[in-house]
DNA sequence: CTTTAAACCTGGTCGC
DNA sequence: TGCGACCAGGTTTAAA
């Protein structure tokens, strides 16, 4: 599920319900993560205030007093409350006790993770090397051209490098470019500076949008016991082989670097 | 250095 | 109903 703008909305969602608040305690059920879970998991968080929730790119960073998480939703990870504490059979993996509920961290494929983190969050390896935010004023098309010299593969593999922009995913990646009207396959060193421009404004808007329609269908993000349905934007491209597209032309489906990429060849040039 | 393929996991779907 | 093959929103690593 988790693209930048589902973090984004799951950052929404449990911020107001955590920031100022003491983790009481927390249960792990099972460590073995994309990282395995700190031995200390528990003695680190608890008594514990949470400072602030932020997200860089798709990981979400706990700032706690003295201290801070780096979680990441992998595949199929979710942040949601619960009354009950953790349930492994259905891989609610860490719950953490706070403000009269348990926070519970589900990631059935387990290609998420949550770590401890000393320090600068920004410093550390998880995220140091991610590029700018997609929603910044740092990611222009100068920015992300400029990231794109040199590199010989095809633009939509490069979009999915978090070190070129952070947080684009297979979806917005596929979505970006179909509202910039460019093909995927695009040799990303070819970009011209004024196509560069227009796929940086696409990925903005379309980012934008999706965290909109999150939002929006979240009511209280408390209350449901379990993952909350996130949200129906209406892909134009995305899992719509040999559907029609708004011009006219029929999606395609092609393989790139073993990732599904979807495209209208009529208006992707 | 860059680029690609494989690996890490579970679960759902599809064809036979 | 069962079984195997394939697919899925991500990232790291090892190899080329």
């Known amino acids: 599920m988790p693209e930048l703008p589902e973090v ?6 449990v911020a107001p319900h955590i920031v100022g608040h003491i983790i009481e305690d927390a249960i792990v059920r099972e460590r073995r993560l994309r ?17 602030e929730l932020r997200r860089r790119g798709k990981y979400l960073i706990f700032v ?10 992998g595949m199929s990870g979710g942040f949601y409350f619960s009354s009950s504490p953790p349930d492994r059979k259905v891989h609610e993996h860490i719950g953490m006790q706070i403000n009269g509920q348990f926070l519970i961290y589900k990631d059935t494929r387990r ?19 991610l ?12 920015a992300l051209r400029a990231g794109l010299r040199g590199r010989s593969t095809p633009l939509k593999t490069a979009l999915m490098d978090g070190a070129l922009v952070a947080g684009i995913g297979n ?27 227009k796929l940086a404004a696409a990925i903005k808007d379309v980012l934008r949008r999706a965290i909109r329609a999150g939002g929006s269908t979240i009511r209280d993000f408390a209350h449901p016991d379990n993952a909350p349905g996130y949200f129906q934007m209406q892909w134009k491209v995305y899992g719509r082989e040999g559907v029609p597209c708004a011009c006219g032309g029929v999606i395609k489906k092609i393989k790139q670097n073993g990732r599904a990429t979807y495209y209208c060849p009529r208006c992707q040039k």
Do not use: M, W
Not at 35 to 51: S, T
Not at 115 to 129: E, F, I, N, Q, T
């Open 8 to 13: 984004e909305t799951v950052r929404r969602g």
């Open 35 to 51: 990282l395995p879970v700190d031995e200390d998991f528990c003695k680190y968080v608890r008594g514990r205030r949470v400072i």
């Open 64 to 73: 706690l007093d003295g201290g801070a998480l780096i979680a990441h939703l």
């Open 111 to 129: 290609f998420g993770c949550i770590v401890c983190c000393d320090g600068a969050p920004d410093s550390h390896a998880l995220l140091k090397k």
């Open 131 to 142: 590029g700018p935010e997609p929603l910044s004023a740092a990611f222009h098309g100068t």
């Open 171 to 197: 979806i917005y990646a596929a979505e970006s470019l179909h509202i910039a009207g460019i093909r995927p396959q695009t040799l990303a060193r070819r970009l011209s500076l004024v196509r560069a421009e």
